[in-house]
């Protein structure tokens, strides 16, 4: 059963982000997050799932895992991670990502942004998922390391309450994070 429509995308990005001390920095790429990733947005009917990397030897690293999973050796080995990566696009900026959603659906899509960190949230699951219901054209946008530059967070559309836990501790892994929040907006079967 698909859940949503294409108008909803995911996007991964890895520039920039700011690491622990909050400087801004490119994040290495990790297979873990590319694999789990692409799972949940395949499981949730997700449209595509994008990596943002400006950094080539990462986009490099993305390609060959791209390609070993949908065309190569891993794609006869195991259909069902070949249709989840099959969903991987690869952008060096959060700008590509939208100018190629823009083009796509002749819309220019939304963004809604999320971190642990978020302080000004002003979108929650349920908004969200009335948005996706609505055939709102949406970039769902998560960062990696210690989370988005304030820049991204301040140019999105939205910004998406975060994921809490009970107590103080708040450090998903973005994988555990995505997974949580698709869950959260389809509503379930």
């Given at each position: 059963m698909k859940?949503?429509?294409a108008n909803l995308t995911v996007a991964l990005v890895h520039h920039p982000v700011v690491d622990k001390n909050g400087k801004t920095i490119a994040a290495a790429v990790t297979?873990?997050?590319?694999h789990d990733i692409a799972r949940?947005?395949?499981t949730f009917g997700v449209g595509a799932f994008y990596v943002v990397t400006p950094l080539e030897d990462q986009q490099d690293l993305v390609r060959q895992i791209i390609?070993?999973?949908v065309t190569g050796?891993?794609?006869s080995y195991n259909p069902d991670r070949r249709s989840a990566l099959g969903l991987i696009?690869?952008?060096?900026?959060l700008a590509d990502v939208m100018d190629e959603c823009r083009d796509a659906d002749g819309r220019m899509p939304c963004t809604v942004v999320t971190s642990a960190r978020m302080e000004n949230s002003d979108l929650t699951c349920p908004d969200l998922k009335r948005m996706v219901r609505e055939d709102r054209?949406?970039?769902l946008?998560?960062?990696t390391a210690w989370g988005l530059a304030p820049e991204a967070v301040r140019d999105a559309d939205f910004r998406l309450a975060p994921i809490a836990g009970p107590g103080e501790y708040n450090h998903l892994a973005v994988r555990s994070a995505v997974a949580i929040i698709l869950d959260r907006i389809s509503g379930g079967r």
């Open positions: 859940l949503y429509s297979s873990l997050d590319l949940a947005c395949r390609v070993h999973w050796v891993g794609a696009r690869l952008k060096s900026s054209p949406v970039v946008v998560f960062g």
